[in-house]
Nanobody
Framework: VQLQASGGGLVQAGDSRRLSCSAS????????VAWFRQAPGKEREFVSA????????YSSDFVKARFPISRDNDKKTVYLQMNSLQPEDTATYYC???????????????????WGQGTQVTVSS
């Protein structure tokens, strides 16, 4: 599967932004999809994931209800709705996919074998 992330840009603190991860290829419904982010000088970190199939969601503690994740299997797209953005959310956001990924691994980047190119989100104060 190939992934393309989009929707990034420059926003102000408190704004909302929706990122999209569009996939091409077959059997998208069988892929768990996650968002990771990496800020300059920092390690890549897990943001949110949505499981294959009906889409159970998982989120890191620092985003929880602020960044709901969802998927539309008919459109082969996963969305990350980012609300109440803060300057510390500034990063390059990457989407990643893995086939039939076990729940225990959904927040670990090394288990994802397909990656999009990243989309930059910059939040000004």
């Amino acid at each position: 599967v190939q992934l393309q992330a989009s929707g990034g840009g420059l926003v102000q603190a408190g704004d909302s932004r929706r990122l999209s991860c569009s996939a091409s290829g077959r059997c998208f419904v069988n892929y768990s999809v996650a968002w990771f982010r990496q800020a300059p000088g920092k390690e890549r970190e897990f943001v949110s994931a949505v499981k294959y199939g009906h889409g159970t969601t998982y989120s890191s503690d620092f985003v929880k209800a602020r960044f709901p994740i969802s998927r539309d299997n008919d459109k082969k797209t996963v969305y990350l709705q980012m609300n109440s953005l803060q300057p510390e959310d500034t990063a390059t956001y990457y989407c990643a996919a893995a086939s039939l990924l076990h729940d225990d691994y959904n927040s670990t980047d090394r288990y994802y074998n397909f990656w999009g190119q990243g989309t930059q989100v910059t939040v000004s104060s």
